[in-house]
């Protein structure tokens, strides 16, 4: 696992817990917002289940930590995107909390229902996103969330140790968090 | 000339997705020289692993030494075989959609350093 440099995280109040909104203008409609909240809340909780850190969605977009939008080409941060697939998505490291998705993708909550070739699953690339806004630099594990890259129609929200063992040198790890369950989940993918 | 009905120009340019055209570089090694290799170095510039030196702006078509540095830290970071060549494990993970944050690994870009553990 890596970090940005200098090793940024959250410092907010103890017990953490860190506020997320989706962007009023700039998200996608072809998927409902139902569909697009239940996703993120699927990929917060996977994080918060490993370090004590609670995410709790807030109607506020300005002032919420975390502030999530999609966007198309260049959108004023320096970094813009590029079409379909390349460039999925980015996040920035903290405290900064913003995480972009490329409008261009044809992005699936899942893959039963969209046949595109190029279709991205939201909940991976929003799993991924999360841990660069909480500090995560990228892997060279390829099974790991923060590996740099995902293939059209592949989904990959698992934790893997790579990405909880550098988290919780961060934050810390969540009391009702058990590694052994998470080397239990990991040897019998190991050995599938 | 029959014009391809409108479905068909949308199926093409699916196929077209952004990084498809770095699969003509496959099996390139140290030396070779192939035209819009410059476009695939930008792509390692804008993922941490080639700085554009100071006195010239833009980048040649030459596989030369200090790009094949960039391809075998770009293995290291991606976990492939280190082979220093664009093979295709290689090219085929250049192509593979990704997020845009910067692999770099204690160097700058995008104003972010990393630290690998």
């Known amino acids: 696992y890596a970090y940005f440099s200098g090793k940024p995280r959250w410092v907010n109040s103890t017990p953490m817990t860190l506020t997320y909104a989706f962007s009023p203008s700039d998200m996608i409609d072809y998927l409902s917002s139902s569909e697009i909240r239940m996703v993120f809340g699927r990929a917060f909780s996977r994080w918060a289940s490993v370090i004590p850190v609670n995410f709790t969605e807030t109607g506020n977009y300005l002032s ?39 409008e261009a993708e044809t992005w699936a909550v899942d893959f039963d229902t969209v046949k595109s070739k190029v279709a991205v699953d939201l909940e991976s690339v929003a799993t991924h996103e999360i841990g660069h806004v909480l500090g995560l630099a990228h892997t060279s594990v390829k099974e790991a969330v923060m590996y740099p890259s995902l293939s059209p129609r592949t989904k990959k929200v698992d934790l893997k140790i790579d990405d909880v063992e550098g988290v919780q040198a961060l934050y810390g790890s969540n009391p009702n968090f058990k590694f052994s369950s998470l080397l239990e989940s990991e040897n019998s993918s190991n050995h599938a | ?44 510039n804008r993922f941490g692993y080639l700085p554009i030196s100071s006195n010239d702006t833009n980048f040649t078509d030459t596989f030369d030494t200090q790009f094949e540095s960039a391809v075998i830290l770009y293995q290291q970071n991606l976990g492939l075989p280190l082979t220093g060549k664009l093979d295709t494990d290689t090219i085929s993970t250049i192509m593979s959609p990704r997020c845009g944050m910067s692999d770099s690994v204690n160097t700058t870009s995008h104003g972010f350093h990393t630290t690998r553990r």
């Open chain 1, 64 to 102: 919420a930590d975390i502030r999530i939008g999609f966007y198309r080409g260049d959108h004023g941060d320096g970094e813009p995107f590029d079409g379909v697939l390349g460039v999925l998505a980015h996040a920035f490291s903290p405290e900064n909390g913003r995480l972009h998705l490329d």
């Open chain 2, 1 to 44: 000339r029959i014009l391809p009905d409108k479905s068909t120009v949308i199926t093409v340019a699916s196929h077209n997705a952004t990084w498809h055209e770095f699969m003509k570089f496959i099996d390139a090694g140290k030396g070779s020289h192939v035209s819009g290799m410059s476009e695939l170095k930008t792509y390692f």
